[in-house]
């Protein structure tokens, strides 16, 4: 019991550290325009053994932190219809696997001829080293809002056929090895139908299964079990791939891609979010803590000369292939200097190349070493390139379309109101996304060919999820009076670019908004009262004019009355502008 609260007091005093570590760097670095990932790096490397050992045990960081990959992969995979990624084809089989292909034989090739390496081993670390980096590329695409654009597509494509490489090239290095490296007791095409028989098993799963089990879950409002289902699904998913020996990455994208079209996508991609950034920057720091600085003390030249060699090699290959696909050269060069650098995969086959005895323990450090200095290098090369890679004047590189992947409007609320509102938008030609809460509703909808996610569409996250970021209109259609100032003004602060537009409760609710910054806001059942009185004034023979001259009348005083009201916050100012006062009527 002892030595377990020991472990417990260890585990919990390096966490601490971890964390305050994290803080620090990671600000900083922001701060500098450097990147989260440099800072996580740097802080893993200054915390860790070789420096001031305040926190031990990077391999079983290393291992937790892995799952970030895993969530990141999956929350890409919600981002990805499967209409998108079947669009994308072409770039991920043929450009990622001329990158994989090309990268790694010229890397062979740099490492030959400048050491005295065997050609084996030459080529187990030349194909690690083509390999990128998924973890520090995605969330820079992601958080530059890239991942959509010509560029963004290009480098997601190859990066998906990295992680899917990775399974023939850990059987390449396995195979070149001389000490016991295990051999298959499978044929290839045994393998390749086990894995073609997970993903469809994985598929169904989620079409049979997963579905109506979120549908259950969003008919009980648990919001929590949002969550355990997200975490379920990415766990099951990532296990299923390991147990046939695949990527677990892998397998939570499959995941993530089966659940991309269901309404559920934005809820769970805005829960499983803190997991994947915690993770994920767990993952970097224990990177930095196993960086071998005593490597680097004893060949420096060499470690900088083969992380420049690295990051050249793969730049001008990358940069070729994005003008043969015709990127422009400026998009061209983005991309290759984006991929440039080594992947946290070159980690694994540099385990399995030692394994095999490829490759001793120090060169495993060594090469290590030089992936960890080549990610550094990205964040410093992309600030350094930014004027030269900006489109010319007049040469804007445009976005792909929004292919239901992104919207100019975003409509929170799909009941009577809303879907008046959205039927207007669509039919004007804008790209409409809607969430509601209600599950009847979402279904509903969905039998007459409507899309319409799930989500509560009064959480910053959930809206940034569903597109708030790009959308140029938010529309504001929820029954009952729920909305906020605080909350508007939250809204107009994470989402400055998008025009907000209101339906309120009563008048209560537009007094209390009345100061809020909103381009639009109309009182729930005000139009549509207007629109009977006028229909009731016609019936009875009024003239035309005198029910506009009426209207407008109306108006005007009920405007006067409303801005009287909220001026002095009390629903009787104004009220000898009350147009029924002294009728039997109440107010």
């Not at 001008?316 to 440039?340: D, E, H, N």
């Not at 090369?381 to 919207?407: C, V, Y």
Request: proline letters at 3%; one cysteine or more; aromatic letters at 6%.
């Amino acid at each position: 019991m002892e030595h377990g609260e020991g472990a417990a007091h260890v585990a919990l005093g390096s966490g601490v550290v971890l964390l305050a570590a994290a803080l620090l760097f990671v600000i900083a670095f922001r701060k500098l325009g450097l990147g989260a990932t440099l800072g996580y790096l740097v802080a893993g490397a200054v915390v860790g053994p070789q420096v001031l050992g305040l926190a031990g045990g990077a391999e079983e960081t290393l291992v937790i932190g892995e799952f970030g990959i895993v969530m990141l992969l999956f929350i890409v995979g919600l981002e990805l219809a499967p209409s998108r990624l079947w669009r994308l084809r072409a770039a991920i089989f043929g450009l990622g696997l001329t990158q994989v292909v090309l990268c790694g034989l010229a890397l062979t090739g740099v490492l030959w001829l400048a050491t005295s390496y065997p050609m084996a081993t030459a080529l187990a670390v030349g194909l690690s080293l083509g390999l990128s980096s998924t973890a520090q590329v995605l969330p820079m695409l992601q958080s530059g809002g890239n991942l959509r654009t010509p560029v963004g597509e290009r480098a997601f494509s190859i990066l998906l056929f990295q992680d899917l490489s990775i399974i023939p090239l850990l059987a390449i290095v396995a195979a070149l090895g001389t000490q016991g490296g295990d051999q298959a007791s499978t044929s290839p095409l045994v393998e390749v139908l086990i894995a073609l028989g997970a993903t469809i098993g994985l598929v169904l799963a989620g079409r049979f299964a997963l579905r109506p089990l979120l549908r259950l879950i969003g008919r009980l409002g648990e919001r929590e079990m949002f969550v355990v289902a997200a975490l379920f699904a990415v766990v099951a998913s990532a296990a299923v791939m390991q147990a046939i020996g695949l990527s677990t990455a892998l397998g939570a994208f499959i995941a993530g891609v089966m659940l991309a079209d269901t309404p559920y996508r934005h809820e769970l991609e805005a829960d499983i979010e803190p997991f994947r950034s915690i993770l994920l920057g767990l993952f970097f720091i224990s990177v930095g803590m196993m960086l071998d600085l005593e490597a680097i003390a004893a060949q420096p030249l060499f470690v900088l000369a083969m992380a420049a060699a690295l990051v050249a090699t793969k730049a001008a290959i990358i940069t070729g292939l994005g003008m043969a696909v015709k990127l422009p050269w400026r998009s061209a060069l983005a991309l290759g200097l984006l991929l440039s650098q080594g992947g946290e995969f070159g980690f694994v086959l540099f385990n399995e190349a030692q394994r095999g005895g490829v490759i001793d323990a120090g060169t495993g450090s060594l090469f290590t070493a030089i992936v960890t200095i080549s990610m550094a290098t990205t964040p410093f090369l992309m600030m350094a390139t930014r004027r030269l890679r900006a489109p010319a004047r007049g040469a804007q590189e445009e976005r792909e379309g929004p292919n239901g992947e992104t919207s100019q409007a975003l409509v929170i609320g799909f009941g009577r109101f809303g879907q008046t509102v959205a039927q207007m938008l669509a039919t004007a030609g804008l790209d409409v996304t809607m969430i509601d809460r209600k599950v009847d509703s979402i279904d509903t909808a969905g039998n007459f060919g409507i899309k319409v996610f799930y989500g509560d569409g009064l959480r910053l996250d959930i809206m940034r999820q569903a597109g708030a970021g790009e959308a140029e209109v938010i529309c504001f259609c929820i029954d009952g009076d729920q909305l906020e100032p605080d909350f508007i003004a939250s809204v107009r602060e994470a989402f400055p670019g998008a025009a907000l537009f209101v339906r309120s409760y009563d008048r209560r609710t537009s007094i209390r908004l009345a100061g809020s910054d909103i381009a639009f806001q109309v009182r729930e059942l005000r139009e549509s009262a207007i629109a009977m009185s006028r229909a009731a004034l016609s019936w009875i023979d009024t003239d035309e004019a005198e029910i506009d001259g009426l209207e407008r009348k109306f108006r005007e005083t009920d405007m006067e009355r409303l801005r009287s009201q909220a001026a002095a916050g009390d629903m009787f100012a104004g009220k000898d502008a009350h147009v029924l006062r002294g009728s039997r009527a109440q107010s």
